[in-house]
């Protein structure tokens, strides 16, 4: 069964202080690993799409990296306004419709 | 207009209440779906229509009755609900398999009394 976990659940930073995030999974055939962001609220924007191991996918503070098993979004110098509830899907094709299965998200708050 | 665009935004109702959601996509894509949005959950993928044809079913109770007029509309009909099924009701759409990205409407905020 095809499965997606994030870590940390929440992540607490100070402005400025660099991180990342995880997100690893299992799928029997993957078609693509996408991020989002969600303010609270609201629906999921979509920032990145990674297709393969080794390709690597950059936005302002973002920075999004894919292995065989795991990506993670690297996090540069945040702002307060990057905090946001980040979350990775996974697609695989060999289900009709290539439904995107979800992980449980990791909450980024990024103080002053 | 662009984007995925979905009404209402809040909704109040009753357990016998006959309530719609509606979501359309000006992106020209030829998939849509219906995830729920649980606090502290996964969204959790409800229904996925291909062309207008209906392609999963998440073993979503009957009182939830999805509806794709078109490539570009989807309904999610709702009926006798119970208060657990408040939560944020997301539609996306995306140009189908092959890896593409799924984009999200804001949502309706449903809540069940």
């Known amino acids: 069964e095809d499965q997606v976990t994030q870590s940390p659940e929440a992540l607490r930073l100070q402005e400025g202080e660099s991180s990342s995030l995880n997100c690893s999974y299992t799928?029997?055939?993957?078609?693509?690993l996408f991020w989002y962001r969600q303010d609270p609220g609201k629906g999921p924007e979509f920032l990145f799409t990674?297709?393969?191991a080794g390709e690597e996918k950059e936005k302002e503070r973002l920075k999004a990296t894919l292995t065989k098993k795991e990506s993670f979004l690297h996090i540069t110098a945040p702002k307060p306004e990057d905090s946001a509830t980040y979350l990775c899907?996974?697609?695989?094709?060999?289900?009709?419709?290539?439904?995107?299965?979800f992980g449980q998200g990791t909450e980024l708050s990024v103080k002053p | 207009e662009t984007g995925v665009t979905q009404t209402p935004r809040h909704l109040v109702m009753g357990m016998t209440n006959k309530k719609s959601l509606k979501c359309e996509q000006h992106?020209?894509?030829?998939?849509m779906y219906w995830y729920k949005q649980s606090a502290k959950k996964p969204l959790e993928l409800m229904f996925v229509?291909?062309?207008?044809?209906?392609?999963e079913n998440n073993s979503v109770p009957s009182r939830f009755s999805p509806e794709c007029p078109n490539s570009s509309h989807l309904f999610l009909h709702l009926h006798t609900l119970q208060p657990e099924d408040s939560a944020l009701y997301l539609c996306?759409?995306?140009?189908?398999?092959?890896?593409?990205?799924?984009?999200f409407g804001q949502g309706t905020r449903l809540t069940v009394v």
């Open positions: 799928v029997s055939g993957l078609r693509g």
């Open positions: 992106l020209g894509h030829n998939a």
């Open positions: 996306a759409s995306s140009q189908g398999g092959q890896g593409s990205e799924a984009f």
């Open positions: 990674l297709y393969s």
């Open positions: 229509y291909n062309f207008k044809e209906q392609t």
């Open positions: 899907a996974v697609r695989d094709d060999y289900n009709q419709g290539g439904k995107l299965i």
